[in-house]
């Protein structure tokens, strides 16, 4: 089982980013998938869910009406869209199982992590 993150990079606020997250040894669509955030000197947090059934979303407050979550099935593959970046969103970005969530409430990531990919967001 590998995730595989990539599409980071420097992006001015306002700008946007396309976050992707390869998928190996297990068929994304079977599970609930996430993506996390840790920016310096603080904790991980959560930014964006997918349910593996109805391809349901959920978001944090801080994103929502900025980020989309999606995947390619056929690719394995997660994407996280972002636009109107702005500076806090800065932050090593990560894609991760995560368990059944009710809307509102944790979102528990398990299994394994990829190396992450960098965002920062500067003028």
């Known amino acids: 089982v590998q995730l595989v993150e990539s599409g980071g990079g420097l992006a001015q606020p306002g700008g946007s980013l396309r976050l992707s997250c390869v998928a190996s040894?297990?068929?994304?669509?079977?599970?609930?998938m996430g993506w996390f955030r840790q920016a310096p000197g603080k904790e991980r947090e959560f930014v964006a869910g997918?349910?593996?059934?109805?391809?349901?979303?959920y978001y944090s407050d801080s994103v929502k009406g900025r980020f989309t979550i999606s995947r390619d099935n056929a690719k394995n593959i997660l994407y996280l869209q972002m636009n109107n970046l702005k500076p806090e969103d800065t932050a090593l970005y990560y894609c991760?199982?995560?368990?059944?969530?009710?809307?509102?409430?944790?979102?528990?990531?398990?299994?394994?992590w990829g190396q992450g990919t960098q965002v920062t967001v500067s003028s």
């Open positions: 997918i349910r593996w059934d109805r391809g349901s979303t």
């Open positions: 040894g297990f068929t994304l669509s079977t599970y609930n």
């Open positions: 991760a199982k995560v368990r059944p969530w009710a809307d509102g409430s944790t979102v528990t990531p398990f299994g394994s």
